[in-house]
């Protein structure tokens, strides 16, 4: 008997909600739906191997889509240059069945946070640390953040930031250091705008205030 492929395809009920998640996804970045849409399809051909290597199973799971296993990993960790387009495509596999067809932006984001949980925020627990310990010095935000670069990267002092005002409250003038670092971490150091809603800086930049 002739070994027949297994078909590379999204279940036929996940177009739609595919699709719904990239235009919720367009208005956040601003590109256009349908190129997210057509990038997805991209990934899931590039990536096909990994992509496709399982059946649909039939119904969401919860606890399968906020874990990983040692196939997912070894698949992220093979091109780091690929980071990102690889993550892309281990949330989207995750989140895909035959009763739902996909999970949609939520399913998305509980697979992103879970990753976070995981493997991303203990990268950060050393330089929130040493952030906390400058604080009793006082200092500007240009003397907390040079002291911290001599130690972390500044994407990864600039995550950490972004951690802390997730996870925690903290007081008005920790607040305004936090932000004038973030000032500094873009136009200064050179880092690209961000995207992430709890920067000061990129919030300012999307949303400039109204002038008279």
């Keep these: 008997m002739a070994f027949r492929k297994r078909q590379r395809k999204i279940p036929r009920n996940a177009v739609e909600p595919l699709m719904q998640t ?9 590109r256009p739906a349908k190129g997210i849409f057509r990038s997805f399809l991209e990934l899931m051909s590039k990536y096909a191997d990994y992509f496709f290597s399982q059946p649909w199973p039939r119904k969401y799971d919860y606890t399968e889509a906020t874990s990983f296993s040692d196939e997912d990993v070894d698949f992220l960790l093979e091109n780091e ?4 387009d690889r993550f892309t495509t281990v949330c989207l596999k995750k989140n895909m069945c035959l009763d739902f067809g996909f999970m949609g932006n939520f399913g998305m984001f509980w697979t992103e946070k879970a990753f976070d949980e995981m493997f991303v925020r203990p990268s950060y627990e050393p330089v929130l640390e040493a952030f906390n310990n400058l604080l009793p010095e006082g200092g500007n935000a240009r003397n907390v953040l040079d002291k911290l670069k001599e130690r972390f990267r500044i994407r990864l002092i600039h995550d950490s930031l972004i951690d802390l005002l997730e996870h925690e409250y903290p007081d008005k003038v920790t ?38």
Excluded: N, V
Excluded at 175 to 193: N, V, W
């Design 22 to 30: 990239c235009e919720l996804l367009s208005k956040e970045s601003g």
């Design 81 to 84: 240059k690929e980071f990102a």
């Design 175 to 212: 607040r305004k250091l936090i932000e004038d670092m973030f000032e500094l971490l873009h136009r200064e150091e050179g880092l690209p705008s961000c995207g992430r809603s709890r920067c000061e800086w990129y919030y300012r930049q999307k949303y400039p205030p109204k002038t008279e």
